[in-house]
Nanobody, 118 residues
Framework: EVQQVESGGGSVQAGGSLRLSCTVS????????MGWYRQAPGNKCELVMV???????YYPDSVKGRFTISLDSAKNTMYLQMNSLKPEDTAVYYCAADYSECMERLSRGQGTQVTVSS
């Protein structure tokens, strides 16, 4: 059974940092696209950062230079290091490689909440 569990969210002040984790089981990173999406209240799922099976990374300008994605195959865990957080980063973050996966996890109430105060 494929499982993904997000953790590491919390409340921080603007300028702070958080590291999110996504621990997976039932599959390996090799050959898989992995990533993070987020959903702010009233908004649709939004790409945060995706790393494809070739190691290429995709992300919007809004997180460029602030967020970093990494994979630890030994721990079956993907990380999202978020620095210089802004109030507009406030959202529920999902371990998801595409929009449809984000929506599915959203419907299941999964994800981890990140709240950034000004």
């Amino acid at each position: 059974e494929v499982q993904q569990v997000e953790s590491g969210g919390g409340s921080v002040q603007a300028g702070g940092s958080l590291r999110l984790s996504c621990t997976v089981s039932g599959f390996t990173f090799e050959g898989s696209d992995m990533g993070w999406y987020r959903q702010a209240p009233g908004n649709k799922c939004e790409l945060v950062m995706v790393i494809d099976s070739n190691g290429s990374k995709y992300y919007p300008d809004s997180v460029k230079g602030r967020f970093t994605i990494s994979l630890d195959s030994a721990k079956n865990t993907m990380y999202l290091q978020m620095n210089s957080l802004k109030p507009e980063d406030t959202a529920v973050y999902y371990c998801a490689a595409d929009y449809s996966e984000c929506m599915e996890r959203l419907s299941r109430g999964q994800g981890t909440q990140v709240t950034v105060s000004s």
